[in-house]
C-alpha cells in the first residue's frame, strides 16, 4: 500500500509563514490535495492538484509537488490558521491520505 | 450550492451491518466526473478513507476494508449508501461522505479529491 507520511506538528508564531510537508515515494508524480480541519468540524479542501486554491480559500495558502515531498505553505499565519492539516493523493485507483499535522500558532 | 448529510445509526452491537446513507443536493450523480466518498474518522485520530462511487457506478474501496464494504447509489434518489459488516469497537468513529471530483491531466493522468464534505455522523460500536 502507498503511504504519506506528515509531521505530527508545526508551530509557527502569528504572521510568519508555516510549511506542512508530506512525503510519499515519487509524490511528484501524482497530485497532492490537502484539507483543513478545525476542531469539532468537517475537513475542508483548502488546495487541490499540488497547488490550485479553491474559492473562497485565502491566498496566503499555497502548494508545492515535486520529488517525494508535496508542501502546504501557509504565509502570514493567523489565528484561525490553527487546525489539522490532511494531504492526500490518489494511487492506484484508490485515495490515500497522510496521517495529519496539527499546527499550532502562538 | 453542494451539500451532503449523513444519516444512520448512533449505536451498533459488535458483528451487526453498520448501513449509512448520504443524501446529497446541488449537484447530480449521473453527471460525468462526479463521484461520492466515504472517509471515517476515529475519536483523536486521522482520516481514513473508505469507498467511493462514481457517476459510472465505478466504486472503488480501501483495500483493508474491501471484504467488508459496498457502496451503493441510487441517482434518482440522490442518495449513496454504504454498508460495513462484521463491525467492531474499533470501526467506532465519525463517517463523512463527500463530493468528489474525478479530474485527469493533459497526458490522460487520473485523479480525485473531495471538494465538499458532510458534517459527518458518530457512530459507536459497543454492546
Known amino acids: 500500500s502507498y503511504d504519506l507520511t506528515q509531521p505530527p506538528s508545526v508551530s509557527v508564531s502569528p504572521g510568519q509563514t508555516a510549511s506542512i510537508t508530506c512525503s510519499g515515494d515519487?509524490?511528484?508524480?501524482?497530485?497532492a490535495s490537502w484539507y483543513q480541519q478545525q476542531p469539532g468540524q468537517s475537513p475542508v479542501m483548502v488546495m487541490y492538484?499540488?497547488?490550485k486554491r479553491p474559492s473562497g480559500i485565502p491566498e496566503r495558502f499555497s502548494g508545492s509537488n515535486s520529488g517525494n515531498t508535496a508542501t502546504l505553505t501557509i504565509s502570514g499565519t493567523q489565528a484561525m490558521d490553527e487546525a489539522d492539516y490532511y494531504c492526500q493523493a490518489w494511487d492506484s485507483s484508490t485515495v490515500v491520505f497522510g496521517g495529519g499535522t496539527k499546527l499550532t500558532v502562538l | 450550492q453542494i451539500t451532503l448529510k449523513e444519516s444512520g445509526p448512533t449505536l451498533v452491537k459488535p458483528t451487526q451491518t453498520l448501513t449509512l446513507t448520504c443524501t446529497f443536493s446541488g449537484f447530480s450523480l449521473s453527471t460525468s466526473g462526479v463521484g461520492v466518498g466515504w472517509i471515517r474518522q476515529p475519536p483523536g485520530k486521522a482520516l481514513e478513507w473508505l469507498a467511493l462511487v462514481y457517476w459510472n457506478d465505478d466504486k472503488r474501496y480501501s483495500p483493508s476494508l474491501k471484504s467488508r464494504l459496498t457502496v451503493t447509489k441510487d441517482t434518482s434518489k440522490n442518495h449513496v449508501v454504504l454498508r460495513l459488516t462484521n463491525t467492531d469497537p474499533v470501526d467506532t468513529a465519525t463517517y463523512y461522505c463527500?463530493?468528489?471530483?474525478?479530474?485527469?491531466?493533459?497526458?490522460?493522468?487520473?485523479?480525485?479529491?473531495?471538494?465538499?464534505w458532510g458534517k459527518g455522523t458518530t457512530v459507536t460500536v459497543s454492546s
Open positions: 463527500a463530493h468528489m471530483v474525478a479530474d485527469s491531466d493533459a497526458t490522460g493522468h487520473y485523479f480525485s479529491y473531495m471538494d465538499v
Open positions: 492538484r499540488d497547488n
Open positions: 515519487k509524490l511528484g508524480d501524482k497530485y
